[in-house]
């Protein structure tokens, strides 16, 4: 519980950080410093000692299978709109170095957990969020066939999984 001097004190600290003064460290007990945010910045701006390159860039990309067997996007489509919404909020238990599919026509999703110890739940829409990406990184233009790929996705633990689309006779095992 605060007491009502340092009550004072962190608010008199708080106006003077608003008007863009430091607060000299002797007005300040140990016991009543404040931690203090910086930012947000962008990911691309220029900070202390820091490049504005596209280095610092994080960009997520799906992993294209190049050369593997077709799958017609058309199924590929039907199932995206079917995961994300029939029942998007649907959860599929994930355990430990497994997997869960879904297949309509010549496609077949696939979620991962490679992860030895951990497990997870996925959520339909996850599936077909990650699947849609691969549809649109990895089968450019009008084309009507393509082989696929994989998109990293997350469980509803947080823990990060690999979701794939792929040609039905693919195997999800890993």
């Excluded at 220029?46 to 199924?75: F, M, P, Q, W």
């Excluded at 951990?118 to 959520?123: F, I, S």
Aim: with cysteine; glycine share 10%; proline share 4%.
């Amino acid at each position: 519980m605060l007491t009502a001097k340092a009550l004072l004190s962190l608010l008199a600290a708080c106006a003077t950080l608003a008007n863009g003064a430091a607060v000299p460290a002797a007005a300040a007990s140990p016991a009543e410093k404040v931690l203090v945010l910086e930012g947000p910045f962008p990911l691309n701006s220029t900070i202390e000692g820091r490049s504005s390159s596209d280095e610092h860039v994080l960009v997520k990309r799906a992993a294209c299978n190049r050369g593997a067997a077709s799958i017609y996007l058309g199924d590929i489509d039907e199932t995206v709109r079917q995961l994300q919404n029939d029942y998007p909020d649907q959860l599929s238990y994930l355990p430990a170095r497994s997997y869960v599919g879904w297949n309509k026509g010549e496609a077949r999703i696939c979620a991962q957990n490679r992860y030895y110890a951990d497990n997870t739940r996925v959520k339909r829409w996850e599936a077909g969020w990650a699947a849609n990406v691969v549809r649109n990184e990895c089968c450019p233009g009008s084309r009507s066939y393509c082989g696929g790929g994989s998109q990293q996705g997350h469980g509803d633990s947080g823990l990060a999984i690999d979701i794939s689309a792929m040609h039905k006779t693919g195997t999800c095992n890993f």
